[in-house]
């Protein structure tokens, strides 16, 4: 069974940064598709950024281009994301998610972000 444990999470004051971790446990082979998505009270779970392919490539919603970074380890199996000059709106639960192939199949229990003003 495999599991995404998620760490970094906390309290931060706004134009900080904070660092996610997620790391695979259990039978794990290496994921095609990584990607972080997040939950505000209130309001649906929205995609961050994903990282896929052989390559790497990434991709990112509007409002963290340029903020947030998404990367992973050599096997595949480990994805961070770097969260750079956070503003209060970016306070959610962060949720990390993994596909074998496309289909996101994998889903941690998240981790709390709470940016301060």
């Known amino acids: 069974q495999v599991q995404l444990v998620e760490s970094g999470g906390g309290l931060v004051q706004a134009g900080g940064s904070l660092r996610l971790s997620c790391a695979a446990s259990?039978?794990?082979?290496?994921?095609?598709?990584m990607g972080w998505f997040r939950q505000a009270p209130g309001k649906e779970r929205e995609f961050v950024a994903s990282i896929r392919g052989s390559a790497g490539s990434t991709y990112y919603a509007d409002s963290v281009k340029g903020r947030f970074t998404i990367s992973r380890d050599n096997a595949k199996t480990t994805v961070f994301l770097q969260m750079d000059s956070l503003k209060p709106e970016d306070t959610a639960v962060y949720y990390c998610?993994?596909?074998?192939?496309?289909?996101?199949?994998?889903w941690g229990q998240g981790t709390q972000v709470t940016v301060s003003s």
């Open positions: 998610a993994a596909a074998p192939q496309i289909t996101y199949t994998y």
């Open positions: 259990g039978r794990t082979f290496s994921f095609n598709v």
